[in-house]
């Protein structure tokens, strides 16, 4: 770096320093913006505590597990992350879903990942016990297929629906398999 140019720098820096707030001031303002700690528990995200735990879903052929265990991601209270593990004869197949909660506009939101590679995201809001979450498109250039995810929480039972629609007003079962029941077998140490 040649003198005119440090020379430079320099005045730039007495320039700017002169707009910069002093290290109090920033001080100040981050602990007067900053947001509760994510393992502060908030009421909205509190609400999905009624997943939290290790599931096990009922009416299974004996051959056949379903195991789901749902536990709040490390470190705070902000997203349920849920892994399921299904084991049959022929084979295992393991899925991930999170739940979270988007302040925004006040909505619950769904990510499953499938063992396949898909990734299905959800949107939704609770009704006393029943959640209801609505599949949200994932490409910008085709219309999300109508289907919704319902679940009622009711103690240590979950009952799972999935429905499809034609014209978004009229749900019928998306396949019988999909209607089905776990119950918690475990509760997560708080």
Known sequence: MNAHTRRLALALGFFLQGFAPSPTAWAQESTATRAPSPSTPRPAYERLVAF???????????????????????????????????????GASEQM???????????????????????????????GSRWTFYLQGNRPDAPPPRLRQIIVALGDTLRFIEEASEDGTTWRLSDPSEDYR????ERRPR
Request: net charge positive; proline share 5%.
């Open 182 to 185: 776990s119950l918690r077998v």
């Open 97 to 127: 879903a999170v739940y979270s909660y988007r302040g925004g506009d006040s909505t619950y939101t769904l990510t499953v990942f499938l063992s396949g590679g898909q990734v299905w995201r959800y949107a939704g809001r609770p009704d």
């Open 52 to 90: 939290e735990g290790t599931w096990r879903r009922i009416g299974e052929p004996p051959e056949r597990t379903v195991v789901d265990t749902c536990a709040w991601l490390a470190e705070g209270r902000r997203h349920l992350v849920c892994r399921q593990r299904a084991e049959r004869p022929a």
